[in-house]
């Protein structure tokens, strides 16, 4: 047999089991990842400090108000992938994010008043990252079959870490030089990320063989809460996905608890923390280019999928046992880091088994509304769990059988993707993904 060429040869040397034919969609996927990514943490910084500008105590208010705009949103996205083509759907979303955050620079520009913009830009920011990664997953669980997706995913949220590597970065090299008054104009440069996404969207579907205008998706435009209702394998994964935000957050506000308690310098804290974050993204990096495509393509999903339940329920029972100010800068460190890495990439191979419907509109309000809406219980549910004098200790250990459940729905859920994907390649289907209400 000929010898394969030499960028496939090592890709394989370093964990990407790259095929002939796939190269190329490969390279772009990975570079859409980085330029979306970029572009949000260029952002991000921006969005946290004027976020505060209007004081702490308005921050729950901006939450609350980030859900409901997410409910409101979800209705109209859905209009849009009823309507338009599969090929103009990314292009409608991305462009008009695009131009909001033209219009967000225009009215500082005009002098509008910044605490007001701010506030608007916090809830939209968060809106905003929400929507656009979840439209790339759809895209990648579309263009990409299981089999690719176990050994591909890695590698092209490999692009995403690295975009949050260069996006900080160039905040942090910029900032200085534009000064407070032209700071703003890093949200053009956000923009710019946008457009260079749809270049890679473009190389994409010509990689991968796409010729002429793809059919609407169709369906109504709250289909995607009609899907989640109806198929148990979607109403599994909303299941994992409250856990996982309840979780995330239960860990942010133990981390806020702890650092109000502790008589460290503030200073120091801060390059605690700057020290765990930049370490994170190139570590999940490392990850997902060696260690991702091994684990889910010879060792299995269900593997993928338990790793972040597994160590967050042991990270827990290490904050009751021991809270510290380190101890839970490195278990956030490193939770966030297999989440990128490992369990983000198998999460998104279960939706390579589902029907495009499910995939562009299902899959979206999962991982908005849903997110949203369980950031927003689960604070509640801490304050009131603080509230009642359970105390950090308690709100930990109770936190572990929220993991355990955690852990037995996603193994439940690659047990059935694994029966739908034999299903289908039993039945021959090429491009023809199992319906997600088969998931019951």
């Known amino acids: 047999m000929p010898e394969a060429p030499l960028p496939l040869r090592l890709l394989s040397r370093v964990g990407v089991a790259v095929r002939p034919g796939e190269l190329g969609t490969l390279i772009w996927s990975f570079l859409y990842f980085f330029f979306l990514l970029t572009g949000y943490y260029i ?31 979800v209705p109209l996205y859905g209009a849009v992938v009823a309507r338009a083509s599969r090929r103009r759907i ?65 590698a092209i949220a490999a692009g995403g870490s690295l975009g949050g590597i260069v996006g900080p970065e160039i905040t942090e090299l910029l900032a200085p030089r534009l000064g407070q008054q032209r700071i703003f104009f890093l949200l053009l440069l956000s923009a710019l990320a946008l457009e260079a996404c749809l270049l890679c969207v473009r190389r994409i579907q010509r990689a991968a063989g796409e010729r002429g205008e793809a059919s609407p998706v169709g369906g109504s435009l709250i289909a995607g809460i009609r899907l989640v209702l109806t198929s148990p394998y979607l109403a599994g994964i909303c299941v994992s996905t409250l856990c996982l935000t309840a979780t995330a957050t239960f860990i942010y506000l133990e981390q806020a608890h702890i650092v109000a308690t502790t008589t460290v310098d503030p200073a120091a804290r801060t390059a605690l923390f700057a020290w765990v974050d930049k370490r994170v993204n190139l570590v999940a990096l490392l990850l997902e280019i060696v260690l991702t495509g091994r684990v889910l393509s010879r060792i299995g999903l269900g593997t993928g999928l338990a790793a972040l339940p597994v160590v967050t329920g042991a990270g827990f029972i290490g904050l009751a046992a021991a809270p510290s100010l380190l101890l839970i800068a490195v278990f956030s460190g490193v939770r966030r880091a297999i989440h990128y890495a490992i369990e983000r990439p198998a999460r998104e191979v279960l939706f390579t088994v589902v029907d495009r419907e499910s995939k562009y509109k299902a ?35 109770l936190s572990v059988p929220l993991c355990a459940l955690w852990l037995g729905v996603y193994l439940l859920l690659a047990q059935k993707q694994k029966s739908m994907a034999d299903r289908e390649e039993a039945a021959g289907k090429n491009d023809g993904p199992a319906r997600a209400a088969e998931g019951g």
């Open 90 to 154: 990314i292009p409608y979303v991305y462009r008009f994010f695009a131009l909001n955050l033209v219009l967000f620079f225009a009215l500082v520009e005009l002098g509008v008043s910044r605490v007001a913009v701010g506030k608007v830009f916090f809830v939209w920011t968060s809106v905003y990252n929400l929507f656009v990664v979840s439209v790339f997953w759809s895209f990648m669980a579309d263009v990409f079959t299981n089999e690719q997706g176990k050994r591909l995913f890695g």
């Open 363 to 397: 899959k979206t309000f999962i991982d908005t509304v849903v997110y949203r809406g369980g950031d927003a219980a689960s604070a509640r549910g801490y304050a009131a769990l603080m509230g009642a004098g359970l105390g950090a200790t308690g709100v930990a250990l």
């Open 43 to 73: 952002l991000r910084p921006l969005r946290d400090a004027m976020g505060i500008a209007g004081g702490e105590k308005a921050l729950p208010w901006l939450f609350t108000a980030t859900f409901v705009t997410m409910l409101a949103m």
